[in-house]
């Protein structure tokens, strides 16, 4: 027994590291999916842990802004907002008393409305927030000198956000066409003289862009002409007179 003893080991002893907690940080969530145009209550945000390392410089914390439901609470979403997803201040805006579609335009960003029709605006599919193409078809003296008139089209503005049909700026009870009579649209200065001018020359319609155009690499940023938004000169015919219309990028 006493040499059996001797020959036997130390039973082994676990040691258990302590694990450590992964810090988290409070950060301000939408609590529900918020559409573009909607108006932000207090209930649509509420506050959620998360990792503090993956906290981002634009999310709102309770640290730094406590009171931030109280804050924010009416302001109009001016971009869709997922549930879940951390709010940024970048897509909220405070009307503060003034008209709805000036609060949600970009700073430098002009609204202009023109008629559309089903046959003219891709047959309804065209929502709020979809990028268009738009497309100037009119009637001009034949250059042979025939005293005959043809018809030409061509895209006047690209890649342009449509930011209402008619007064409706959401889908309205799940509905996926909306036909209306008027479109209107985000353009720059420039663009909406270009618009008026090609407005008063001929017809407008509308081309509905692929979605994918809007994200970075898409045509938006190639580098292509249609990225900057506007065909580069119209010609206009006035009594077998052609004159340029230059328009800027």
Known sequence: MLVNGMGAKDPQQVVMEPVEQERTVDVLVASNGISLGNVVAEGDMSWRAWPEDAVQPQYITRDAQPKAIEKLGGSTARAEIYRGEPINENKLVKADGGGFMSAILPSGMRAVSTVISAETGAGG???????????????????????????????????????????????????????????????????????????????????????????????EDSGDKLSEGVSSKITVLRFGVASNVTSAR
Not at 155 to 163: A, G
Not at 171 to 188: H, W, Y
């Open 125 to 219: 599919f065209i929502l709020p927030n979809d990028r268009v193409d738009v497309i100037l078809t009119r009637r001009v003296a034949d250059p042979r000198g025939t005293g005959k008139e043809q018809h030409t089209s061509e895209t006047v503005l690209s890649n342009i956000r449509v930011l209402a049909i008619d007064q409706t700026v959401k889908e309205e009870e799940g509905k996926k066409v909306v036909v209306g009579r008027t479109a209107t649209l985000e353009v720059r200065p420039r663009q909406a003289e270009l618009l008026a001018l090609a407005a008063s020359m001929g017809n407008l319609s509308l081309a509905l862009r692929s979605l994918q155009d809007a994200l970075p690499g898409g045509l």
